[in-house]
């Protein structure tokens, strides 16, 4: 579905990819560990056509995405939900999942059907849809950063951090969101912090350092690797 093939990016000088590979198959959960600065929003950025990048190859559905530019990318289908949710504070919560059937816009009818889908997901974003967006808790505000790339008909969805700053008990609603929506048919693309409960949801991860990606691997051998449970689950 996606193939990330020895992907190269700099910022400058400094090379903040190097030589990434990694993919994700038509139905999969991946999750990307890595510290602060790893690489992860980066790849994220790369993918979504925000940032060029310096060599290799994009492969989306078979087709090098390189080059395309991020309307394109989105209208197929590959949505980045991004770190820090990127809201429009002083819009209202629909506007803000309409802001996301953007690509779509020619669509009204079914741009609505999927916010109506949005708010089956999370039902508390239909009775503050009328609320200015930055009035809500920091889990609500997330609900809508993935309400609005829900509006845009992932295919792929390549969520950036989506429990940072989140209270314990909210972090534990958000990693069952997610394991719905890859459930209902959405690959996807999980960049976080919280080792453990990303990887108990996931497929497979792989775990980047420095640009690089250090280590891949499957569920159980991940939560079982004594480096990751050294590094990232507190062991
Ligand atoms: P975080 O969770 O903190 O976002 P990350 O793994 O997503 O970490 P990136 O944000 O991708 O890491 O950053 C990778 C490296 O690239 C870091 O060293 C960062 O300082 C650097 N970097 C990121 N964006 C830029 C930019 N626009 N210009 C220059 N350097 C950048």
């Known amino acids: 579905m996606l193939k990330i093939d020895n992907v190269s990016l700099k910022y400058g000088a400094f090379t903040a990819l190097n030589r990434v590979s990694l993919r994700a198959d038509q139905g999969e959960l991946i999750v990307l560990l890595g510290a602060n600065g790893a690489g992860k929003s980066t790849l994220f950025l790369a ?6 990048i310096a060599e290799g190859k994009i492969l989306y559905q078979g087709e090098d ?44 009818k079914g741009v609505e059907e999927q916010i109506e889908e949005v708010f089956e997901l999370f039902p508390i974003l239909k009775e503050k849809q009328h609320q200015m967006a930055g009035s809500l808790s920091g889990g609500q505000q997330q609900m809508v950063a993935i309400g609005r790339a829900l509006v845009s008909r992932p295919k792929v969805l390549l969520l950036d951090e989506p429990s940072l700053g989140l209270a314990p008990l909210v972090v534990k609603q958000m990693f069952e969101v997610i394991q719905r ?55």
Not at 47 to 52: K, Q, R
């Open 181 to 235: 929506i890859n459930a209902q048919g959405t690959t996807v693309l999980l960049a976080e912090q919280n080792a453990y409960s990303a990887l108990k949801i996931c497929h497979r991860a792989y775990v980047m350092e420095r640009g690089n990606v250090i280590l891949e691997g499957d569920k159980e051998s991940l939560l079982h690797n004594e480096d990751i449970k050294k590094a990232y689950l507190g062991a």
């Open 65 to 108: 995405i390189a080059k395309w530019k991020s309307p394109r990318i989105v209208k197929e289908g590959l949505v980045h939900c991004p770190e820090g949710r990127k809201l429009f504070p002083g819009m209202s919560v629909y506007k803000n999942l309409q802001l996301g059937g953007y690509v779509h816009k020619k669509d009204k």
């Open 47 to 52: 993918i979504s056509g925000v940032h060029p």
